[in-house]
């Protein structure tokens, strides 16, 4: 996921992943995919890309971010693209086991019957998982993505 100032049209879409190609290296076997485009808050846009390899399939996202998070790359896409290089972050899904484990214990500072409350009281446990929101800024930015979503 890379989070940028408002990208929409599909002119500039085109243009990023070309920029995005030329960040990767300028190699034909490698290919970068957009899957998704959400407008945020703030004027800025959460981009969820992907990238494929010729003959070895998708890349993982945790390393594109790794790839992503490395100095010279970081730079490109700050100057090319505008990114904000605070959140270039992976996403990725959970197995059965791996939800199970993540909601048996709490995030290291928070508490534990809080954190039970939240797990009980999920409103779709299949999609949803309870996140731990600390300070002020992270719950006004969450309230703000609650109000344009």
Same mark, same amino acid.
């Given at each position: 996921i890379i989070y940028l100032f408002s990208y929409q049209t599909s002119e500039q879409k085109?243009?990023?992943v070309d920029a995005l190609f030329v960040i990767l290296g300028s190699k034909p076997t490698i290919h970068a995919h957009i899957e $998704?485009?959400?407008a945020l808050p703030d004027n800025f846009t959460e981009i969820c890309v992907y990238v494929t390899e010729k003959f070895r399939g998708r890349i993982s996202s945790k390393e594109l971010a790794q790839y992503f998070n490395q100095a010279t790359q970081k730079q490109q896409l700050?100057?090319?693209?505008k990114v904000d290089k605070e959140k270039i972050? $992976? %996403?990725?899904?959970?197995?059965?086991?791996?939800?199970e484990l993540y909601l048996k214990d709490p995030p290291t500072g928070f508490d534990a019957s809080l954190w039970a409350q939240a797990v009980r009281e999920n409103p779709d446990p299949e999609r949803l998982l309870p996140?731990?929101? %600390?300070?002020?800024?992270?719950l006004r930015m969450r309230q703000k993505a609650q109000i344009e979503n």
């Open positions: 085109q243009k990023f $998704s485009v959400k700050e100057t090319q693209l972050i $992976s %996403r990725v899904h959970m197995d059965k086991q791996q939800k996140y731990p929101i %600390r300070g002020f800024e992270q």
